[in-house]
């Protein structure tokens, strides 16, 4: 399934495992390179803040993109894992969370609406996670929830997450 270029994948990145950073900046120039779209992508501030779901020593560095794309939801979390892979990420070998040097989620496409084995959109989790709310209600705060019916800036006025979040810079050019 092609989707036309003016749909927009909103997207969660993090890392918590050096070098945080410049993982980060490799993630973003790979999935502008992949999704096949030379228009401009929305990027969030960086924000660091304390892992969710488990304990660790370094806490995680968290961002927000919005990419123009054609690409099917498939091929997005295709290129997503490759991506994931390329930059370090291995299989997971427990259950729960744990440290990661990368981890790409798709939260929107659109306004579509999957339910899969493999893929749910939108994310069903983001409504509960303050690292991925506050940087994506700076790129797209009146963006609504298609299943929910709230904006992103309505999402994080309702978050019950207390997690505190540092925003430690953007990115320039």
């Known amino acids: 399934m092609k989707l036309p270029v003016n749909h927009i994948a909103y997207l969660s990145l993090g890392s918590n495992v050096s070098p945080r950073k410049e ?21 969030s501030p960086f ?15 968290n961002l927000c993109l919005g ?16 991506i994931e892979k390329t930059l370090g990420r ?20 659109g306004d579509f609406i999957i339910s899969q084995e ?13 690292f991925v709310l506050e940087p994506l209600n700076d790129i797209a705060s009146a ?6 019916n709230k904006t992103i800036g309505q999402l994080l006025s309702d978050c019950a997450d207390t997690s505190q979040l540092t925003k430690i810079g953007e990115i320039i050019g």
């Open 90 to 109: 291995k299989p997971k070998r427990i259950a729960t969370y744990e440290s990661r040097p990368i981890d790409i989620d798709i939260l929107f496409l």
């Open 143 to 148: 963006f609504l929830h298609v299943s929910l």
């Open 23 to 43: 993982t980060l900046l490799k993630a973003i120039h790979l999935i502008q390179k992949e999704y096949g779209t030379d228009k401009e992508i929305l990027i």
């Open 118 to 130: 493999d893929l749910t959109i939108p994310h069903p989790h983001l409504a509960q996670r303050k």
């Open 67 to 82: 990419v123009y794309t054609s690409k099917s939801p498939h091929e997005i979390l295709e290129i997503n894992q490759t």
């Open 47 to 61: 924000y660091e803040s304390p892992p969710w779901g488990f304990e660790a020593a370094t806490n995680f560095i």
